[in-house]
């Protein structure tokens, strides 16, 4: 049996990132607010503080330590839009990044339309994944047209990424030491547009996809009882 916990999420946002990114993050209300019931985070081609771009990352207040995560969300369209749903640790206990760890539930990039990344990065592998076991992909055509149910499944023993119930990745922890598995520790959640980027601006930034949105529906977390 599982229960819901979240019954309350705060919300807090951010500015500024990494990546060779080229927005600024914003709590303009522009760039992201509740419309309709659902969390709105938009991204604009104009000039702000220094930067082409703006758009928003919003993280959950909230930490868990193992779970289901469900995200009903929408995601942007455009060639230069690097788009993700992801988890970050809370309190750093084996260090900073990637020693402590990082989950991403989705990452999508608007050049390649449709193709949905999970991953997990650590000290052992990080940066590109390609090959290494700690990623998968699968084609979800309607991501930006329609509402998709993205979870995370994590639990002591192993991580599974779905889309609407279907398993694309799985990451399980046997008898690997912290540098691999460093997923036993509280992680929160965040959500973001970036624009630009290593591996969003791979092909170009496309300013006519302007402006473009993330929708979310719901956020759900559970745990085991």
Not at 45 to 55: A, I, R, V
Not at 159 to 173: A, E, G, P, R, T
Request: charged residues 20%; aromatic residues 14%.
């Amino acid at each position: 049996m599982v229960t819901r916990i979240d019954s309350i999420i705060n919300w807090s946002t951010g500015t500024g990132w990494g990546n060779n990114e080229e927005q600024y993050y914003t709590d303009r209300n522009k760039n992201i607010r509740i419309e309709n019931g659902k969390l709105i985070i938009e991204a604009h081609q104009e000039y702000f503080h220094g930067s082409n771009y703006t758009s928003s990352r919003i993280k959950t207040n909230g930490s868990w330590k193992y779970g289901r995560f469900e995200i009903k969300a929408k995601l942007p369209c455009g060639r230069g839009t690097w788009s993700a749903l992801w988890a970050l640790p809370t309190d750093w206990v084996y260090g900073n990044w990637p020693k402590s760890g990082e989950i991403d539930i989705v990452e999508h990039v608007g050049f390649n339309e449709g193709e949905i990344v999970g991953s997990l990065h650590t000290i052992a592998k990080a940066g590109n994944l390609y090959g290494t076991g700690q990623q998968g992909t699968i084609k979800i055509p309607n991501a930006c047209k329609e509402f998709n149910n993205y979870i995370l499944e994590w639990n002591e023993n192993e991580i599974n990424v779905l889309v609407n119930n279907k398993s694309f990745f799985k990451y399980s922890k046997k008898n690997q030491p912290w540098q691999r598995w460093p997923f036993d520790q509280r992680f929160h959640l965040l959500f973001n547009i970036a624009v630009g980027g290593w591996w969003g601006g791979a092909k170009g930034v496309d300013d006519d996809v302007f402006p473009t949105q993330m929708e979310i529906d719901y956020v759900r977390v559970y745990t085991q009882k």
